[in-house]
C-alpha cells in the first residue's frame, strides 16, 4: 500500500481545487463553526493538526502496514447517535469556555449530514450510550445501609444505570495558549518541538487553530436524568477523578484513588435518588500526567531513599525524578462542565485545591467539599494523604505541622 503512493509531507499548505473548510471556534451554531475534518486520506480538506483517534491512531497505523485496515474506510455511522440530548448550551459559543474538546462532536452526524453523504470524511470526537455498572462497593453499601435500592437508580442486586460519555481532545490552539497565558507561538513551538517533530504544522501552519493531540481522552459517569446536569436548580454532586491504573483497576494500596473514587460513584447514587444528579468525570492523566513509568520510578525513590517513605519528602521525591511535582494542569478540565452547561457543583467529592481553583476560576461555583472518610484510606496511602493535607488540600480536620509529617511513614520494600 505504502509503497503505491507518494508521500504527502504535511509541512506546507496543499495545492489544488477545493480547499479545507476554516473552523470558526465559538461560532452560535455548528453550520457556522464548521466540522473538525482530521482525515489522512483527502489532505485537501484537512483542517486541523494532527489525526482523530488520539493514541489509538498508532494503532491504526499499525493495522493499515499489517494490511488488516483498509485506509480508505469509512465509519458507517448507523444507529450510533447519542442515547441522551445534550446541548447546546451558552457556553458552547463562548469561545474563551470550551477550548479543549469540540462542543458539536457527539451531533456531528447530525449536524453536517449532508457533507458526509458527500463523501467528506468527518467523524464524531463525542459518544454518549448507557450502561449499567456492577461494583463490589455499591454492593457493600448496600448490604451496610448507606445506600437503599429504589429500583430506578439503584437495582436490588447493587447495580446502578448510568449515562456515559467518551470524549476525544480537540484543542483550539489560540484558546489554549490563553487559558495558560503563554504566546500562541512559544506554545505551538513546544508542542512541536517535545513530540519530536511529529506535528510539522504547529509550527508552519499557523492557519490551522485546531489540534487533535495524541493524548488520552475523558470518560464521564453520569447519574440520573442527564437533561438536568444544566440546570442549577438541580443539585450536583460530583467526583473528578484523574485515571491510575494500579489503584482504580488493580487496587495497589500506595494510594486513596480506588476508595476515593467508588466513594465519589456513592455520593453520586444518593444525590440521584434524592432528586438530584451525580457526575464522575474520569480524565485519562495516568501518574500525574508524568506516566506510569514515572510513577512506579518515584515509588522505588520514595521507599528508597534515607529515612524511607515520608509525608515530609512526598512531593520533593516526585519533582526529583520528572522535573515537576504535577503535570496535570487543571486549567483544561472545567471545559467538559462547561460543555454540560454546569454552573454550581453542590457536593464535590475531591480534596484537591487545583481542581478547586480551576472550576472557581471558571466561573463554577463550588458549594460544599467532600474529603475522603478516613476508614477508607489504605495504610500505607496516609503517606500521600498528610503530604496533600499539609500542601493546602482541602480537610474538614486537622492540618499537619512539619513533625507530625516527619512521622508519617509508608512500608519499606520487600528485601
Not at 51 to 63: D, E, F, I, M, N
Not at 381 to 391: C, I, R
Request: net charge negative; charged share 20%; with cysteine.
Amino acid at each position: 500500500m505504502a509503497g503505491s503512493r507518494h508521500i504527502i509531507l504535511t509541512s506546507h499548505r496543499p495545492h489544488g481545487p477545493g480547499g479545507s473548510q476554516t473552523v470558526h471556534w465559538g461560532a452560535a451554531n455548528a453550520a457556522e463553526r464548521g466540522p473538525v475534518i482530521g482525515t489522512v486520506t483527502d489532505p485537501m480538506v484537512r483542517n486541523v493538526v494532527g489525526t482523530h483517534s488520539g493514541s489509538y491512531s498508532v494503532y491504526l497505523a499499525v493495522s493499515v502496514a499489517a494490511g488488516r485496515l483498509d485506509p480508505a474506510h469509512r465509519p458507517d455511522f448507523s444507529h450510533t447517535a447519542p442515547v441522551s440530548s445534550i446541548g447546546p448550551h451558552p457556553q458552547w459559543s463562548q469561545p474563551e469556555k470550551i477550548v479543549s474538546l469540540d462542543p458539536w462532536g457527539h451531533l456531528v452526524t447530525e449536524v453536517f449530514a449532508e457533507q458526509i453523504a458527500a463523501g467528506v470524511d468527518i467523524r464524531p470526537t463525542i459518544a454518549v450510550t448507557q450502561a449499567r455498572l456492577s461494583l463490589p462497593e455499591l454492593r457493600e453499601a448496600v448490604d451496610k445501609g448507606r445506600l437503599k435500592p429504589d429500583n430506578r437508580i439503584l437495582s436490588s442486586s447493587g447495580d446502578v444505570q448510568v449515562t456515559k460519555v467518551a470524549i476525544d481532545p480537540v484543542w483550539h490552539l489560540p484558546g489554549i495558549a490563553a487559558r495558560f497565558g503563554v504566546d500562541e507561538s512559544v506554545f505551538r513551538r513546544a508542542l512541536f518541538e517535545y513530540t519530536g517533530g511529529m506535528y510539522p504544522e504547529l509550527v508552519t501552519r499557523s492557519d490551522i487553530d485546531v489540534f487533535l493531540p495524541p493524548i488520552g481522552g475523558i470518560t464521564m459517569y453520569v447519574f440520573g436524568d442527564i437533561t438536568h446536569l444544566g440546570d442549577s436548580r438541580v443539585p450536583l454532586a460530583c467526583r473528578v477523578h484523574d485515571e491510575c491504573n494500579g489503584s482504580d483497576v488493580f487496587g495497589s494500596d500506595i494510594c486513596t484513588c480506588r476508595p476515593y473514587l467508588t466513594h465519589g460513584i456513592e455520593l453520586c447514587v444518593q444525590m440521584a435518588q434524592e432528586g438530584g444528579t451525580g457526575l464522575v468525570v474520569y480524565n485519562r492523566k495516568e501518574g500525574r500526567a508524568l506516566g506510569e513509568v514515572t510513577k512506579f520510578l518515584v515509588y522505588n525513590a520514595r521507599k528508597r531513599q534515607e529515612g524511607g517513605d515520608t509525608a515530609a519528602k512526598y512531593f520533593q521525591r516526585t519533582e526529583c525524578v520528572a522535573g515537576v511535582q504535577d503535570a496535570r494542569f487543571q486549567e483544561l478540565m472545567p471545559d467538559v462542565f462547561h460543555w454540560l452547561g454546569i454552573t454550581r457543583i453542590d457536593r464535590f467529592a475531591s480534596m484537591s485545591d487545583m481542581k478547586h481553583g480551576a472550576l472557581t476560576s471558571q466561573g463554577i461555583e463550588v458549594g460544599e467539599r467532600m474529603d475522603i472518610p478516613p476508614g477508607l484510606i489504605p495504610e500505607d496511602a496516609h503517606v500521600e494523604m498528610e503530604a496533600k493535607k499539609a500542601a493546602g488540600y482541602f480537610t474538614s480536620g486537622a492540618v499537619p505541622d512539619g513533625r507530625s509529617l516527619g512521622t508519617v511513614k509508608g512500608r519499606d520494600l520487600l528485601p
